[in-house]
């Protein structure tokens, strides 16, 4: 019997990890301190739903910024 592979969690890292002292949000995602530190215990679910308000918290914490991109 094969077991699959556990799929892995959805993430809207960057790879840009800097967390403005001012927000408190990471500069790269939008995600917060406890956000990131809990990222890995989240369901799915859960992930989905912090990755569905990110690109508004990230275009009101830094108005000046460009948008990401997916």
Known sequence: MTIAPRP???SPCTKLCILDAATGL??????SRDEIGLWGSMSEPQRLA???VLDERLSRAFPNRKARTA
């Not at 990471?26 to 995600?31: D, I, S």
């Open 8 to 10: 892995k969690p959805s």
């Open 26 to 31: 990471c500069e790269g995602c939008g995600r």
């Open 50 to 52: 912090v990755m569905a």
